[in-house]
């Protein structure tokens, strides 16, 4: 009998790349994509064999289902793998809460009914931890800290939820870092967070720019990665009831992060410092923005955050399965030459770009 998982966020970057590992570990697997209306049409041309497409939302409390369906995946699914959210730093209150904090209060409800679940795999981030500064632990939540945006605060608000439900629902929680393109092709879905650097360089002056504060820690994670991590982990029993950090355990600076990626891009270092403080104030206004590439205000403060995350247990769980985050500087190339290769393509604008 086909043993069914639900997947939320498909047909996005994580969840797309998730579900062909899914079905590849498990030749039992059936995976039932709840998809928003709109992308819905998306994503049955971009779904492979053994995936349901179910139209859904899940800002519904019924996850958009009618009753009877809803009923009938509670009594089937036995995983459930919640990536759905907004992952945009200047994403306004409203949007952010409805989606990323009663989208998830209403996933764990579903959890709740589904009388054959096995585990609900809940992806956060890493940056829960808000303007935390410091060494922060896997098992950390909740520490009093400000947030940078509301992405962060909602993000941390969700996994409160999904932390009170733990002892009822058996959960594995992933946070990653930033996410960035494959580590092997360097194949991405947009170009956004650091490829603002990139976006910056290919202007007549950028590469020439170093913004952000030399020694803060700049964590990327390729896609990949993120992907082999969450799947390990769904299959391992003994990440039960733990959050795992999958982020770089030791990640290269601001400064040599926009240093490698000049160094890959327009063959030379940057040369002129500018202070982070400069470059915000600069921001709020749409000619300096276009000078940067776009660059939103918001993605700034993280060139200049000095936190660093423990992995502990992500490490543990991981290294049973054969799993490490390589270095950036393993792949910042095939990083670079997929965005030379598509730096002019409208398609790997962020939405709000278009």
Avoid: W
């Avoid at 000619?287 to 992500?314: C, M, W």
Wanted: aromatic residues 8%.
């Amino acid at each position: 009998m086909p043993r069914t998982s639900l997947i939320t966020g498909f047909p996005g970057f994580l969840a797309g790349r998730l579900i062909p590992r899914l079905l590849a570990d498990d030749d039992e697997a059936r995976i039932v994509a709840l998809v928003e209306p709109r992308m819905v049409e998306r994503a049955r041309a971009l779904a492979p064999d053994g995936v349901d497409v179910q139209p859904g939302d899940i800002t519904d409390p019924t996850l958009g289902l009618d009753p009877q369906t809803y009923d009938r995946l509670a009594g089937e699914v036995v995983k459930v793998f919640h990536l759905a959210a907004v992952y945009d730093l200047a994403v306004g209150a409203e949007l952010a809460e409805r989606v990323n904090v009663q989208g998830t209060q209403h996933v764990v409800d579903f959890c709740r009914r589904a009388a054959n679940l096995e585990r609900h795999h809940y992806i956060s981030t890493a940056y829960v931890a808000g303007r935390r500064s410091g060494l922060v632990l896997e098992a950390d939540l909740a520490a009093g800290q400000a947030f940078k945006n509301f992405y962060e605060s909602t993000k941390f608000a969700a996994e409160i939820l999904v932390r009170a439900s733990m002892e009822e629902i058996p959960t594995t929680v992933y946070r990653p870092a930033i996410v960035v393109g494959d580590s092997q092709t360097g194949e991405t879905q947009k170009f956004d967070g650091p490829y603002y650097l990139l976006r910056s360089m290919s202007g007549p002056t950028g590469a020439l720019l170093q913004v952000g504060r030399g020694d803060a820690p700049f964590n990327v994670v390729p896609v990949d990665f993120v992907v082999s991590a969450i799947a390990a982990g769904s299959r391992d029993p003994e990440a039960v009831g733990h959050t795992l950090h999958l982020v770089d355990p030791e990640p290269v600076s601001s400064h040599e992060l926009a240093r490698l990626l000049a160094l890959e891009y327009r063959g030379h270092e940057p040369r002129i410092p500018l202070p982070p403080g400069v470059v915000d104030r600069s921001l709020k206004y749409a000619p300096i923005r276009k000078l940067f590439g776009g660059t939103p205000r918001e993605s700034i403060v993280y060139l200049n955050h000095p936190v660093r995350f423990d992995t502990a247990q992500a490490a543990e769980i991981l290294g049973r399965n054969g799993l490490r985050c390589p270095p950036f500087s393993e792949y910042v190339g095939e990083m670079v030459a997929f965005f030379v290769a598509h730096e002019h393509d409208d398609a790997y604008r962020p939405p709000h770009e278009k």
